[in-house]
Structure formats: structure tokens, C-alpha cells
């Protein structure tokens, strides 16, 4: 993922992704220039055809055997996987062709709206992301500020709708 990342724009796609895969729970860690995804949804006994579909589309696109790794042991249920800056433009590339209407609001209940509000927060302060989990009704994510001081912060749903709120505010006055 290049020097220049811009958080709130790099983990919609993701966020998209997760809700595709039914993910609610989930730690996202940022390794070099990867992306590694756990799902930590508690009771998963199986995915759903779709699923697998999405998994075996993964398997194709993926050349470096550690992507292949990953979407072998997504399809026997251990669900963990790296994705690329590239893996995340395409996904990006997926869902703006998707969204039928950009003047309608998005749900901030979305993953894909959460993690973009964490995203701005993270660009707002110029940190770099580390890690992201979200269980139940919070998220909490650690990055690393300009300085090297590492900050941890633990926001819930209503803290990050809060802040949605005003990022959306801000973005339709312009």
C-alpha cells in the first residue's frame, strides 16, 4: 500500500467486501504492504454458496501463493486471508459499479461506512493504520502518529455515527 495512503478511501472497499462475506466481527492488521484479514465472527460453522463463489473468483485473480494459501483456507472455514493494494482498488472498481444512486445516503450501520469513518480519523491525525478490530458494538483501532507514538482509541456505534454525521455534513457542503 503506497507512502500516501488514504485510509477512508482504502477501507470502504474492504468494509464492502466484509458485508459480502457476512463479517461482523473481524481484526484487520496492516503487515508491510498487505492487508490481513481475520474474521472473528463467533458460531461461523460454514459459508454460504456465494460465498464460496466469491472464494473461488478469489483463487483465480490471485497469482503469489500466499493469496492462493489464504483463499484455500477461507474455503474450509478458517477465515484469514492478506489482500493487496491491488485486491482493494479492483474491490473499489467492484463497488462504485455497483452503487446505483450516489446521490442516496449511505447506512452508516454499513462495515463499509465504519471503517471509513475510522479511516478519516486516522488521516485527520496523518497516522498510520495498524490494526482495526471490531466485536459486537465497538471498534477499536491502534496507528502510529508522525512522531512514532503509537494511540489506541475504542469508539461504539454511536460515537462512529456521531462522527459519520459530520464528516457527511462537511462532504455535502462543499
Given at each position: 500500500m503506497a507512502d500516501q495512503i488514504v485510509y477512508a478511501l482504502l477501507l470502504r472497499p474492504?468494509?464492502?467486501?466484509?458485508?459480502?462475506?457476512?463479517?461482523?466481527?473481524?481484526?484487520?492488521?496492516?503487515?508491510?504492504?498487505?492487508?490481513?484479514?481475520?474474521?472473528?465472527?463467533?458460531?461461523?460453522?460454514?459459508?454460504?454458496?456465494?460465498?464460496?463463489?466469491?472464494?473461488?473468483?478469489?483463487?483465480?485473480?490471485?497469482?503469489?501463493?500466499?493469496?492462493?494459501?489464504?483463499?484455500?483456507?477461507?474455503?474450509?472455514?478458517?477465515?484469514?486471508?492478506?489482500?493487496?493494494?491491488?485486491?482493494i482498488e479492483r474491490f473499489e472498481r467492484e463497488g462504485q459499479s455497483r452503487r446505483r444512486n450516489p446521490n442516496l445516503t449511505p447506512d452508516i450501520h454499513s462495515i463499509s461506512q465504519m471503517l471509513r469513518v475510522v479511516g478519516a480519523l486516522v488521516d485527520h491525525k496523518s497516522g498510520r493504520l495498524l490494526t482495526i478490530n471490531k466485536d459486537d458494538q465497538k471498534v477499536t483501532f491502534e496507528y502510529e502518529l508522525l512522531n512514532g507514538k503509537k494511540v489506541s482509541e475504542e469508539l461504539g456505534v454511536p460515537a462512529l455515527y456521531d462522527l459519520w454525521v459530520r464528516i457527511y455534513r462537511k462532504q455535502t457542503s462543499k
Amino acid at each position: 500500500m503506497a507512502d500516501q495512503i488514504v485510509y477512508a478511501l482504502l477501507l470502504r472497499p474492504v468494509g464492502q467486501l466484509l458485508e459480502a462475506l457476512r463479517i461482523e466481527s473481524f481484526a484487520l492488521l496492516f503487515e508491510n504492504e498487505d492487508l490481513v484479514v481475520r474474521d472473528k465472527t463467533p458460531g461461523r460453522k460454514q459459508i454460504t454458496p456465494r460465498e464460496k463463489a466469491l472464494l473461488a473468483e478469489w483463487q483465480v485473480t490471485h497469482t503469489r501463493p500466499q493469496d492462493k494459501e489464504g483463499a484455500l483456507k477461507l474455503a474450509t472455514g478458517i477465515l484469514e486471508w492478506r489482500m493487496t493494494s491491488q485486491d482493494i482498488e479492483r474491490f473499489e472498481r467492484e463497488g462504485q459499479s455497483r452503487r446505483r444512486n450516489p446521490n442516496l445516503t449511505p447506512d452508516i450501520h454499513s462495515i463499509s461506512q465504519m471503517l471509513r469513518v475510522v479511516g478519516a480519523l486516522v488521516d485527520h491525525k496523518s497516522g498510520r493504520l495498524l490494526t482495526i478490530n471490531k466485536d459486537d458494538q465497538k471498534v477499536t483501532f491502534e496507528y502510529e502518529l508522525l512522531n512514532g507514538k503509537k494511540v489506541s482509541e475504542e469508539l461504539g456505534v454511536p460515537a462512529l455515527y456521531d462522527l459519520w454525521v459530520r464528516i457527511y455534513r462537511k462532504q455535502t457542503s462543499k
